[in-house]
């Protein structure tokens, strides 16, 4: 490991950068996956608007790109829509 102060620091911090974005890429698919598990059109339905509430905040938060959430949305859009 590096002597320089600076470098240990920025270590430091990406080291933490990293757990709190894998905590927020965990409560997403969390989230995804509980539409997908959903019985009934209209509990998918709400559950949904909580997925796609955690989508946009991750994605306002740069952990994942605009356009990658903006697909995973379609996705599910598309997957609610499907349902019987």
Excluded: P
């Amino acid at each position: 490991m590096s002597k320089n102060k600076s470098v240990q620091k920025r270590i430091r911090q990406a080291e933490k950068a990293r757990l709190r974005n894998r905590h927020y890429k965990s409560l997403m698919k969390t989230n995804i996956k509980k539409v997908k598990e959903a019985e009934t059109k209209e509990a998918a339905m709400e559950l949904m608007k909580k997925a796609i509430s955690t989508i946009d905040k991750i994605a306002g938060k740069g952990i994942i790109h605009k356009k990658n959430a903006a697909n995973k949305k379609a996705r599910l859009y598309h997957f609610v829509a499907k349902m019987a």
